[in-house]
């Protein structure tokens, strides 16, 4: 009995025989309590008796969706300490406010676009509104309404993400529903299209002429600087310091995966051509302290917002050169910053290098990633395939 002469009412949870206590925010005397447990409660017993259902109803709904169970789990979710699975776009919010934390800004960007379609499909859903034919449903609608494959794949694809945290957190158990991969929702691959050039046409992209200091004669010299640095990422040059470079070699680990692989993170080395070099000497900063940022792109005082905003519009500005390098020489396709990453790939493999080691080149933590970069075989080759099968005709 407490000082007002009531009893806390408490939810009993028994757990491998071993029984816990957790208070429901309800003092009743004893005689209160049994007229609002009855099976027909009197009028002025009926909202407690709903307050002490309500304590069971959302109990039971705990233990049906925490997957493994431990009493810490069930008190933080009975108090609410963590997120049940009736608000997705509330999951949605705390998985992008931890990708800011990380400063995984582009990423959280990405998630944010995901969050805005699902929202606009439909304004209020729960994560046991995610079933294959909801997701069927809007595949459907954003496919009418102008939105491609390689879009809903990647919306797609982050909301498997936010569900499979939640499964993580026991808000929702991994069972026969649920609604990605064989027999329920496929996601949608983007579409392989070859972004790789031939050695000649890199060779052209080389000796094109420009004019020296320019934005183009930057653009065609950042792009052969990637090229040659086995197809290294226009981001991951941004973020290049003076220590990455160890005499002739470049090493450094990619943006993309600093976040994600933390305990097994893999250092990309390349050797560094007199090209290459004279690239670097030509646009590096003048700032040669170590961890200063070896190009002028984004500085060390920017946020990581800013960064995001500088890199993009370094890449635009090498994309907008570049499509004209590419007209000027004939290109049916503008050679963006894609093709230099590809081109790499591709004509490493021509030159008969082994997958794992155009694998450790590009910096990919599965063969199956490297693949799809070389899946994509140039005209000639399909051609020269043609002519093997028909030389008896």
């Known amino acids: 009995m407490k000082k007002n002469g009531k009893y806390p009412v408490k939810l009993r949870i028994v757990h491998l025989r071993v029984p816990k206590d957790f208070p429901i925010g309800l003092d009743l005397t004893e005689e209160e309590y049994l007229n609002a447990i009855a099976e027909k409660p009197k009028k002025q017993f009926v909202t407690t008796a709903i307050k002490i259902n309500a304590a069971k109803a959302k109990a039971d709904s705990i233990l049906n969706t925490i997957g493994t169970f431990t009493f810490q789990k069930f008190e933080d979710a009975f108090y609410g300490r963590i997120k049940d699975a009736s608000d997705l776009f509330s999951l949605f919010d705390d998985y992008i406010s931890e990708l800011k934390k990380e400063k995984r800004i582009k990423t959280a960007i990405s998630y944010q676009c995901a969050r805005n379609s699902f929202n606009k499909f439909k304004n209020k859903l729960s994560l046991f509104d995610v079933t294959s034919s909801f997701l069927k449903s809007y595949h459907n609608h954003c496919l009418t309404n102008g939105l491609s494959e390689t879009s809903i794949g990647i919306y797609v694809r982050c909301l498997r993400s936010v569900y499979n945290c939640a499964i993580s957190q026991g808000i929702i158990k991994k069972d026969e529903h649920y609604p990605f991969g064989k027999r329920q929702y496929i996601i949608p691959a983007g579409r392989n299209i070859k972004k790789a050039l031939s050695l000649s046409d890199v060779k052209a992209i080389h000796n094109y002429q420009s004019v020296p200091g320019s934005q183009e004669d930057k653009a ?72 200063a940022f070896l190009f002028q792109i984004i500085s060390n005082e920017d946020s990581s917002l800013d960064q995001v905003r500088k890199i993009a519009q370094f890449i635009q500005t090498t994309n907008k050169y570049m499509k004209k390098i590419s007209a000027s020489l004939g290109f049916e396709r503008c050679a963006t910053t ?56």
């Not at 090493?251 to 090209?275: P, Y």
């Not at 590009?362 to 399909?382: I, M, V």
Request: charged letters at 25%; glycine letters at 4%.
């Open 220 to 291: 065609r010299d950042f792009w052969m600087l990637s090229y040659l640095c086995n197809g290294i990422n226009f981001k991951d040059i941004a973020f290049l310091k003076n220590n990455n470079i160890d005499g002739d070699m470049l090493r450094f680990i990619r943006a993309k995966t600093k976040n994600t692989t933390r305990g097994n993170q893999t250092v990309i080395s390349c050797h560094l051509s007199s090209t290459a070099k004279k690239i670097i000497g030509k646009w590096r900063s003048r700032d040669i302290s170590p961890d």
């Open 338 to 393: 894609y093709y230099s990453r590809h081109s790499a790939a591709t004509i490493l493999k021509k030159s008969g290098a082994p997958l794992a080691q155009i694998q450790e080149a590009l910096g990919h933590q599965n063969a199956s990633t490297t693949q799809k970069y070389l899946d994509s075989f140039d005209d000639e080759s399909k051609q020269s395939l043609s002519l093997s099968l028909s030389k008896f005709l």
